[in-house]
């Protein structure tokens, strides 16, 4: 499971609808069951206080207690029906309807305490365990006039299984809908949370199509909500790219203004037909101080161009550098090979690419003996490329140093050394990375890590 905080803002939300809804649910499935089981009782309350009335209206004594053969309530006299009535005195006799013919109602077991009925105190309601079922039970308690107010018990009983059965329907009925009702609040919340949020990810879509240098700005087509936002984050961007811009005529024209003193002074040296050693000096320092001032001015526009970036096939590049360079070391006579993919595409600045592949193509060229491979692919999301060649390759301790500025592993050929490091500087102003493996073909294999995409 993927930890929260990379949860999407519609998964976070769905997950929470998926947690508190059924939370929800269960608490009203609750209170609706126990509502319903309290409707049920309160209508068998009535039901049994209906039944006391009929057999008190129903009831003479003569003097002894007498019951008509029929009663309104046929089930009284329906063997086994459920509905059981009892009528006791204390020297009047007794009466047990038919429908108990088969219980033995002296064994009539308390299950709760006897409660008075809110409206009519007289009446009582409580649940027994007759035989082998339990039932819900009317009590009234009178004294009769007629016989010398002697208290007269009249007990009606109902069994329970008729109101459990209807309660169980209800319940599964209760867990159908409810169910139903969850999966269709779960559905339409999330249609409502991607509708609502689809705002935010348009603006995420912009800013990648941004990134890619696919958009010079944020549309303005949004909610009032996010409105500011957006013309916040558009003003921010043409206020970098106008200081980009005069960041970048400023370097260039200092440039300028270094250049031309000392393109003149190497004029002035070169003048003389055979230099000394101390002219030598100095043409070479002037020489190092031009790469640098180049190298400079190349990493400072890399940091003000980054918001001008485009999508670049890759092996059209590679082809014309890798044809430049064969014929720049045809002495060598050495063999290219290209495996690159020709939907592969670079995200940035083409001059950046060049720069990066240029310098480490010229090194695979200089120190490979024979054979150059370049190689690209699509590594989670990010454009690898690799270039391989098959000199002696690279001790294990000069790894980690040479993409370090000033540091060379052939320290018998000229240079300043700068190279790899400005290849370093650039990948890093993409959050990329250069790493540095054996090879399959015996020398360095150069792994360039950089923005990328199949189109």
């Known amino acids: ?24 649910m269960l608490f009203s499935a609750v209170m609706l069951d126990k509502a319903m089981k309290n409707s049920l009782i309160t209508a068998e309350h009535e039901k049994l206080k209906a039944q006391i009335y ?54 009539v077991k308390n299950l709760d305490v006897w409660v008075e009925d809110s409206e009519t105190s007289s ?38 299984a008729d109101l459990q059965r209807e309660l169980a329907s209800f319940r599964w009925q209760l867990l159908w809908w409810l169910g139903l009702l969850l999966l269709g609040l779960i559905v339409a919340q999330t249609l409502v949370l991607k509708f609502g949020l689809q705002p935010l990810q348009q603006l995420a879509d912009e800013v990648s199509s941004l990134n890619e240098g696919e958009l010079e700005k944020l549309s303005e087509l949004y909610p009032h909500e996010l ?24 370097l260039d024209d200092l440039a300028h203004s270094l250049k031309t003193p000392l393109t003149i002074v190497i004029g002035e040296i070169n003048k003389e037909d055979k230099l000394n050693e101390q002219q030598l000096i100095i043409s070479e320092q002037i020489d190092r101080m031009q ?31 890798c044809s430049a360079m064969a014929r720049l070391y ?37 120190y490979g003996k024979s054979e150059v491979l370049v190689s690209a692919q699509m590594v989670q999301g990010k454009l690898h490329v690799y270039i391989e060649d098959d000199g002696l ?7 980690t140093q040479l993409l370090k500025r000033g540091v060379r592993a052939d320290t018998s050929s000229t240079g300043q050394g700068i190279g790899l490091s400005v290849a370093m500087d650039i990948v890093l102003a993409y959050q990329g990375g250069i790493q540095i493996e054996k090879s399959i073909l015996g020398g360095a294999k150069f792994i360039i890590i950089l923005p990328g ?3």
Do not use: C
């Open 1 to 24: 499971m993927l930890p929260l905080y990379k949860l999407s803002i519609l998964k976070r939300l769905v997950l929470a609808s998926v947690i508190a809804l059924p939370m929800v």
């Open 54 to 107: 009929q057999l008190l209206t129903a009831v003479e004594f003569e003097p002894q207690l007498y019951m008509p053969e029929v009663l309104a309530e046929a089930r009284f006299s329906q063997l086994d029906s459920g509905l059981y009535g009892r009528i006791q005195t204390e020297k009047s006799g007794r009466w047990v309807s038919s429908s108990a013919d088969l219980k033995d109602l002296s064994k």
């Open 123 to 160: 009446i009582e309601f409580s649940q027994l365990a007759l035989a082998d079922e339990d039932v819900f039970a009317a009590r009234l308690k009178v004294s009769w006039e007629e016989l010398d107010n002697r208290p007269v018990e009249f007990i009606v009983m109902h069994r329970q």
């Open 227 to 250: 409105k500011p936002l957006v013309l916040n984050m558009n003003h921010l961007i043409t206020s970098l790219r106008q200081q980009q811009q005069r960041f970048k005529l400023a």
């Open 291 to 321: 790469d640098i001032i180049q190298h400079q001015l190349k990493r400072a526009n890399r940091g003000v161009t980054r918001l001008q970036t485009s999508s670049l096939p890759v092996e059209p590049m590679v082809n014309r550098l």
């Open 330 to 366: 045809q002495v060598k006579n050495i063999k290219y090979n290209i495996e690159v993919s020709a939907g592969l595409n670079f995200l940035g600045i083409g001059d950046d690419l060049m720069e990066v592949l240029g310098n480490l193509l010229e090194n695979a060229f200089k």
């Open 393 to 399: 390759g690279i001790e294990e301790y000069l790894k």
């Open 453 to 455: 995409k199949v189109v």
